[in-house]
């Protein structure tokens, strides 16, 4: 039972353009959701939150938006660099039960 | 302001042992949380601990345990490892509010090899 859910493993991105991560999720309950960046053998890095109560959060090159309708949320990265060259895990959290679900990553290449 | 430490960061053990991993978060927060990373599994809960008080638990074996002593460090021991144990422990700690200030920071994990 996967409640969070990022159905794209890898995605290819042109340094300078845009990358945008998808992420759904099937629990209503969830009531912020984060991005982490992963390097292999490194543990993830937090980038950037949003709380259920807001629909964007902004910071620098980092925009999540969360679309509580469709229970989706999305990371863009403008503009992407080669260093965005990462893993990007998305994770929900309802706050009463204190565990984050985390969803299986998407591979982000950014070409230089 | 330092980071989550986690020791050891490599550790091989063979089937049949048990294996502790240690973590001290980051000043100041006083929950901590461990995962289980595989390949293509993303980052499986094991539990959670705030105040020595253990809030979540996981849907792994009993061999999964863990602890948090009185200063927010915290243990996680595997009993019996099996060859299916190998993964990346991750831990993470938080200030263990609601909203703002519930980020959680990871530490750079254990890589536990069962041979």
């Known amino acids: 039972d996967q409640q969070v859910k990022q159905n794209s493993p890898s995605l290819s991105v042109q340094e300078g353009r845009i990358s945008i991560l998808n992420c759904d999720y099937t629990?209503?309950?969830?009531?912020?959701f984060l991005w982490y960046k992963k390097y292999p053998a490194e543990g993830p890095t937090f980038l950037i939150s949003i709380s259920s109560i807001k629909d964007k959060n902004e910071d620098g090159r980092f925009t999540v938006f969360l679309n509580k309708s469709a229970k989706h949320l999305s990371l863009h990265i403008v503009p992407s660099q080669p260093g965005d060259s990462a893993v990007y895990f998305c994770?929900?959290?309802?706050?009463?039960?204190?565990?984050?679900?985390f969803g299986t990553g998407t591979r982000l290449k950014v070409l230089a | 302001k330092a980071g989550v430490t986690q020791t050891p960061r490599y550790l091989i053990k063979t089937r049949g042992q048990q294996v502790t991993l240690s973590c001290s978060p980051i000043?100041?927060?006083?929950?901590v949380s461990w995962y289980q990373q595989t390949p293509g599994q993303g980052l499986q809960f094991l539990f959670e601990y705030f105040s020595e008080t253990q809030r979540n638990k996981g849907n792994f074996p009993g061999r999964f345990s863990g602890r948090q002593f009185s200063n927010s460090r915290s243990e996680m021991n595997v009993s019996t490892l099996e060859l299916g144990d190998s993964a990346l422990y991750l831990c993470?700690?938080?200030?263990?509010?609601?909203?703002?200030?519930?980020?959680?920071?990871f530490g750079q994990g254990t890589r536990l090899t069962v041979v």
């Open positions: 994770a929900a959290l309802h706050s009463g039960t204190y565990k984050y679900i």
């Open positions: 000043s100041g927060h006083r929950s």
């Open positions: 993470a700690s938080s200030l263990g509010g609601t909203g703002s200030g519930t980020e959680a920071f």
């Open positions: 629990n209503s309950m969830f009531d912020y």
